[in-house]
């Protein structure tokens, strides 16, 4: 069936970096737009960033933009988030999406950034 | 960037109730709109894109319309299990923006 499994999560200090994963199954996953989209414990969703099928284009929150690098890699159906210069108004549970709008969701991974 | 307004923030219903929730963007994102459901500790689930198509899966008591600026998400008889926060996504132009979300609550 189709999965879409993030993995990374953790806690981190102030401006330290951590890196997210999601990994795709029972999908076609170079068909697929992505997109990171997280959610502030109690709070509502905010979007983060997307990456085209091909990832040609690549598209940021100002919030983030600078200091998150989304990608990909078709070959391994893995999408990518390396995120630097965390800060604490980053910590929020982070999911992996699919398809545009976003149709197909991770179960999401926890972001904890603090001292 | 396109804003969303969602409203209203959180409303009481009974079981049985016809329920509406309305969007609106802060410009014209033809028919990109998206609605979700999100139960506590769960991801969101999409149950509506392109304004009125129902996801595969999702019951038919659920129903999306509008054009342009203001989008409505009814449910015509609301269930048990649709007591959730629902959120709309516009997609017409990044950045992605989602409205701030409506709390259906039990009466």
């Known amino acids: 069936q189709v999965q879409l499994v993030e993995s990374g999560g953790g806690v981190v200090q102030p401006g330290g970096s951590l890196s997210l994963s999601c990994a795709a199954s029972g999908i076609t996953f170079s068909n697929y737009g992505m997109h990171w989209v997280r959610q502030t414990p109690g709070q509502g969703l905010e979007w983060v960033a997307s990456i085209r099928s091909d990832g040609t284009r690549k598209y940021y929150a100002d919030s983030v933009k600078g200091r998150f690098t989304i990608s990909r890699d078709n070959s391994k159906n893995t999408l990518s988030l390396e995120m630097n210069s965390l800060r604490v108004e980053d910590t929020s549970v982070y999911y992996c999406?699919?398809?545009?709008?976003?149709?197909?969701w991770g179960q999401g991974t926890l972001v904890t950034v603090s001292s | 960037d396109i804003q969303m307004t969602q409203s209203p923030s959180s409303l009481s219903a009974s079981v049985g109730d016809r329920v509406s929730i309305t969007c609106r963007a802060s410009?014209?994102?033809?028919?990109?709109l998206g609605w979700y459901q999100q139960k506590p500790g769960k991801a969101p689930k999409r149950l509506i894109y392109?304004?009125?198509t129902l996801q595969s899966g999702v019951p038919s008591r659920f129903s999306g319309s509008g054009s342009g600026t203001e989008f409505t998400l009814t449910i015509s008889s609301l269930q048990p299990e649709d007591f959730a926060t629902y959120y709309c996504?516009?997609?017409?132009?990044?950045?992605?923006?989602f409205g701030g979300g409506t709390k259906v609550e039990v009466k």
């Open positions: 410009q014209d994102i033809r028919n990109d």
């Open positions: 392109a304004t009125s």
């Open positions: 996504l516009q997609n017409n132009t990044y950045p992605l923006t």
């Open positions: 999406a699919g398809a545009v709008p976003p149709g197909l």
